[in-house]
């Protein structure tokens, strides 16, 4: 029901992936989130569980797919670590949830995948779309399994949406 008013811009997002200039496709980590990530001291990150989207099919999880998809994930990470802190603690900061920490968290990671990678996606209409895709995802998943937590999801298609509307809004002028 939240998402009904939505639908518009979010099917303007989606259908939007047509009109983008696609990448190579290649093997990604397909569930890459903050969890996946460990620390190793000196060795520096380690990325573990290469299995994939658990809700995606086995013979899915190892076809090559946009490596964008794996920032979508990191980028809704983010989002979920001061999501779950306010959940868990009830706190808020002006009323509403504080999300500079995922900001900037979003940022320094960009930093280093265009200083390991040469490629800045930065304002790509993909990562967008991806984006929304996971967190569509999440709503199904939060809606059957977490519904208290809906609300982190839901925050951040209202927020691509109404970025959506003021971009068309603007286009059109």
């Known amino acids: 029901p ?11 997002i989606l259908a939007s992936a047509s009109l983008a200039q ?3 496709l290649q093997r990604i980590h397909g569930d890459y989130h903050l969890g996946q990530v460990l620390r190793a001291g000196d060795r520096g990150w380690i990325l573990v569980d290469f299995e994939g989207e658990p809700a995606r099919p086995m013979t899915e999880r190892s076809e090559p797919d946009l490596a964008l998809r794996d920032i ?5 990470s983010f989002d979920y670590a001061v999501g779950s802190h306010y959940h868990r603690t009830a706190a808020t900061i002006g009323g509403e949830q504080d999300s500079s920490w995922a900001v900037a968290a979003q940022q320094a990671f960009l930093d280093g995948y265009c200083e390991a990678s040469g490629v800045d996606p930065r304002s790509s209409l993909l990562l967008q779309v991806l984006v929304l895709d996971k967190a569509l995802y999440e709503v199904a998943y939060e809606a059957r399994n977490r519904p208290d937590w809906l609300p982190i999801p839901l925050a951040q298609i209202t927020a691509l949406t109404a970025n959506s509307a003021t971009n068309s809004a603007t286009d059109s002028k």
């Open 22 to 24: 696609w990448p190579t």
């Open 72 to 76: 979508a994930g990191m980028f809704r």
């Open 2 to 12: 939240q998402l009904r008013e939505l639908t518009g811009n979010i099917d303007m």
